[in-house]
Protein backbone atom coordinates (compact mmCIF):
# COMPACT_ATOMS: atom_id res chain seq x y z
CA UNK A 1 0.00 0.00 0.00
CA UNK A 2 1.62 3.85 -0.93
CA UNK A 3 2.10 5.80 1.81
CA UNK A 4 -0.20 8.83 2.22
CA UNK A 5 0.63 11.99 0.60
CA UNK A 6 2.64 9.93 -2.07
CA UNK A 7 2.25 10.28 -5.93
CA UNK A 8 1.20 6.27 -5.98
CA UNK A 9 -0.87 7.01 -2.91
CA UNK A 10 -2.63 10.08 -4.89
CA UNK A 11 -2.86 8.20 -7.99
CA UNK A 12 -4.59 5.19 -6.63
CA UNK A 13 -7.28 7.37 -4.74
CA UNK A 14 -7.76 8.98 -8.16
CA UNK A 15 -8.72 5.25 -9.51
CA UNK A 16 -11.16 4.94 -6.81
CA UNK A 17 -12.54 8.12 -7.57
CA UNK A 18 -12.90 7.44 -11.11
CA UNK A 19 -14.45 3.93 -10.61
CA UNK A 20 -17.02 5.60 -8.12
CA UNK A 21 -17.81 8.58 -10.71
CA UNK A 22 -18.12 5.83 -13.22
CA UNK A 23 -21.01 3.90 -10.82
CA UNK A 24 -22.54 7.24 -9.92
CA UNK A 25 -23.07 7.96 -13.88
CA UNK A 26 -24.20 4.28 -14.47
CA UNK A 27 -27.03 4.88 -11.37
CA UNK A 28 -27.93 8.24 -12.97
CA UNK A 29 -28.64 6.66 -16.64
CA UNK A 30 -30.33 3.89 -15.27
CA UNK A 31 -32.65 6.09 -13.60
CA UNK A 32 -33.57 7.86 -16.71
CA UNK A 33 -33.73 4.51 -17.86
CA UNK A 34 -35.94 3.34 -15.20
CA UNK A 35 -38.33 6.73 -15.57
CA UNK A 36 -38.86 7.22 -19.04
CA UNK A 37 -41.51 4.64 -19.34
CA UNK A 38 -43.53 6.24 -16.34
CA UNK A 39 -42.88 9.63 -18.02
CA UNK A 40 -44.19 8.58 -21.55
CA UNK A 41 -47.51 7.39 -19.70
CA UNK A 42 -48.41 10.25 -18.06
CA UNK A 43 -51.79 11.18 -19.23
CA UNK A 44 -50.91 15.21 -19.07
CA UNK A 45 -47.47 14.06 -20.33
CA UNK A 46 -47.46 16.84 -23.19
CA UNK A 47 -48.13 20.05 -20.92
CA UNK A 48 -44.88 21.78 -20.30
CA UNK A 49 -44.01 19.60 -17.13
CA UNK A 50 -40.18 19.94 -16.48
CA UNK A 51 -40.30 15.91 -15.27
CA UNK A 52 -40.24 15.62 -19.58
CA UNK A 53 -36.13 16.91 -19.68
CA UNK A 54 -35.41 14.95 -16.56
CA UNK A 55 -34.26 12.13 -18.33
CA UNK A 56 -31.99 14.35 -20.82
CA UNK A 57 -30.87 15.99 -17.76
CA UNK A 58 -29.47 12.92 -16.24
CA UNK A 59 -28.45 11.76 -19.40
CA UNK A 60 -26.43 14.80 -19.80
CA UNK A 61 -25.14 14.86 -16.45
CA UNK A 62 -23.91 11.21 -16.62
CA UNK A 63 -22.17 11.75 -19.40
CA UNK A 64 -20.85 15.34 -18.28
CA UNK A 65 -19.34 13.66 -15.21
CA UNK A 66 -17.65 10.72 -17.37
CA UNK A 67 -15.88 13.28 -19.18
CA UNK A 68 -15.36 16.22 -17.26
CA UNK A 69 -14.97 14.99 -13.28
CA UNK A 70 -13.30 12.12 -14.08
CA UNK A 71 -10.50 13.97 -16.04
CA UNK A 72 -10.97 16.67 -13.01
CA UNK A 73 -9.83 14.02 -11.23
CA UNK A 74 -7.03 12.65 -12.94
CA UNK A 75 -5.31 15.60 -13.56
CA UNK A 76 -5.33 16.95 -10.04
CA UNK A 77 -3.74 13.19 -8.66
CA UNK A 78 -1.15 14.08 -11.42
CA UNK A 79 0.01 17.40 -9.80
Given at each position: MPLP???????????????DLEAISNLLRKT??????????????????????????LEALAEEIERDDVATVQEAAAL
Open positions: GSAAFRLDQAEQDCRAGAITPIIQRLTYGTLPLAVRESCIM
